[in-house]
């Protein structure tokens, strides 16, 4: 078995990103399976054909995404990836590109939700002392457009490949101290028991995950 496993360059002022960090310190295997590693650029649709290209060279049977969403407070498997760009002005990725409701694919359907095992593995991190929740938004940003494009590839070419994307907090070097964080180890430790999880669970538990608000 192969997973590939993804993280994201440095964005914007940031020297460095903790979602990439984490994933260079996950164990090259796990269970038996090999996990490759990539890193990929913060750019709407140039993500998406970075990890197209690894997915076609790879041939991973699991493929999970990771980045950072400052202000959460737990990891977060998401649930769905929707087919929007949009940004603020203020606010544009690496290349200063700032879409503003645009479809990111025009024969794709207005969402996609994740073929991971999201709730087995948010209740493996919670037993083992990593935070996580189930997130049931991806945003809107270049987090959501990759997840997005990863999943209407493995609908449309690799039905067969399992794939979703995670969010990690601030990580607590980065020194915000407003805003909640997590060791860039405790954040590859939940990677590697949402791995395990993954690998152990073809099909999700039947618990509880939602949201009331």
């Not at 310190?25 to 054909?49: H, M, N, S, Y």
């Not at 690496?94 to 990111?104: F, V």
């Not at 994740?114 to 709730?119: E, G, M, S």
């Amino acid at each position: 078995m192969k997973v590939l496993l993804t993280g994201f360059q440095p964005f914007g002022k940031d020297t460095m990103n903790p979602s990439f960090e984490a994933v260079k310190l996950v164990p090259d295997e796990i269970l038996g399976a090999q996990i490759v590693k990539k890193e990929i650029p913060v750019v709407f649709r140039k993500g998406g054909a970075v990890v197209a290209q690894a997915v076609r060279e790879e041939k991973p049977d699991i493929v999970i995404l990771v980045g950072q969403a400052g202000g959460r407070t737990a990891m977060c498997p998401e649930r769905v990836a929707i087919n929007i760009e949009d940004c603020a002005p203020s606010f544009p990725d690496n290349e200063g590109n700032a879409p503003q409701g645009e479809t990111i694919a025009e024969d794709g359907p207005a969402a996609y939700f994740t073929t991971l095992p999201i709730k087995a593995m948010v209740q493996k991190m919670q037993e083992n002392g990593v935070p996580a929740i189930v997130s049931n938004t991806a945003g809107t940003y270049v987090c959501n457009d990759l997840m997005y494009h990863l999943l209407h590839l493995l609908h449309t070419e690799f039905p067969n490949v399992r794939g979703g994307f995670i969010h990690v907090p601030y990580a607590t070097v980065q020194n915000y101290p407003k805003q909640p964080s997590m060791t860039i180890e405790e954040m590859a430790k939940g990677l590697r028991l949402s791995i395990e999880a993954a690998i152990e669970h073809e099909k999700d538990l039947k618990i509880a995950g939602g949201a009331t608000h």
